[in-house]
């Protein structure tokens, strides 16, 4: 506190015209010194086992388009309750992972008076590969289009549910959910394990970048984290011009979303820290539940908690989308 009010008074002494100046130059500095490494690390795919699952005969195969006319591939789990079905849940998949890798996280809600459909968005598992774009772990205006598709897919069966869906999205799979879910009225609640967000992921993982590459420590420490940020979204701007892609934003879309969440992260996640899916958290602005697992890392909850992951899931479902029809429905989005 005392070094920032002295800065203060600094910065006050100095004319407006001066102080301007050098934060630009400070700013062009940065983006000469550092924008090389950014865009190089952004690009980079994490080291993490991507778990597979286990093929169903009592799935059913599904085939339907995205909207540029790839053809993307899913499987449909019908409820195996006794009884009426009690809602639809539209699965995410984590970055990289399959359509089947839905049952370990859903078979007890298929038990339980679910359907469940798992979709492999383009690239990933069977799904066709898009020629001109590679996925990476950040979400994408083509994750977010396929997640869509994959929504009007849901609509158009004849077994609809007119009430609309859940959606349960796993590490980037939920974080597209937000984004997906922002413009979808269809969308009635959302269960995320693990979701993020590229600016506030990126800018503390700036700090430890910068930090790698340069021995100017003082700097390192004064610089506030929307400097951090002014750089860094221009790297992900070339990032996204170079890949033929768009980066929206998931701190806007989670703003939007006036469903009830419930969000699960790992309270031991090194990958993504908790503050930064907390970060997320707080801006919801509906219904909301923070859940943080003690002991899990990065997309390891479902382990840690077993069977209580299980019913906290169900439970969450059963209040927000079981037998909810479609004139209690409210705006998805503001």
């Known amino acids: 506190m005392v070094f920032w009010f002295w800065v203060g008074v600094a910065v006050l002494a100095v004319p407006p015209v001066a102080v301007g100046l050098g934060l630009s130059a400070l700013y062009l500095y940065l983006r000469w010194r550092y924008m090389g490494f950014l865009v ?15 093929p169903t005969d009592a799935a059913e195969p599904v085939c339907f388009p995205a909207a540029d006319g790839l053809t993307l591939r899913g499987c449909y789990l019908p409820h195996t309750a006794p009884g009426p079905r009690k809602g639809v849940v539209l699965f995410g998949l984590e970055f990289g992972s399959d359509r089947w890798a839905c049952r370990g996280y859903c078979d007890g809600l298929v038990a339980a008076g ?63 959910a937000f984004v997906a879910a922002a413009a979808e009225p269809g969308v009635r609640c959302l269960v995320t394990d693990g979701a993020y967000a590229t600016y506030t992921t990126m800018v503390p993982y700036m700090r430890r ?33 170079n890949r033929g892609v768009n980066y929206p934003s998931v701190e806007k879309a989670a703003g939007k979303v006036r469903r009830p969440v419930l969000m699960i992260h790992g309270e031991a996640d090194t990958y993504i820290k908790p503050e930064m899916g907390r970060a997320l958290f707080d801006r919801l602005r509906g219904p909301k539940e923070w859940w943080a697992v003690p002991k899990a890392k990065h997309n390891a909850a479902l382990h840690a908690a077993g069977d209580e992951y299980h019913a906290r899931v169900a439970a969450f479902l059963d209040r927000h989308l079981a037998g909810i029809t479609a004139r209690e429905m409210e705006p998805a989005a503001g």
Do not use: C
Request: glycine share 12%.
């Open 114 to 176: 679910y359907d469940v459909f798992s979709y492999e968005p383009r690239g990933q598992g069977d799904s066709d590969k898009d020629p001109a774009y590679e996925p990476l772990q950040w979400v994408t205006d083509k994750d977010v289009a396929d997640m869509r598709a994959a929504l009007a897919y849901l609509r158009s069966r004849p077994d609809a549910d007119p009430a609309g869906v859940g959606v349960f999205g796993v590490s980037k799979g939920g974080s597209t």
């Open 40 to 54: 190089r690390i952004f690009q980079e795919k994490p080291l993490f086992v991507v778990p597979r699952g286990v």
């Open 209 to 241: 970048w910068i930090g790698i590459y340069s021995d100017r420590k003082v700097l390192q420490r004064v610089l506030p984290g929307w400097f951090y940020g002014l750089v860094g979204v221009v790297g992900v701007k070339k990032v996204a011009r």
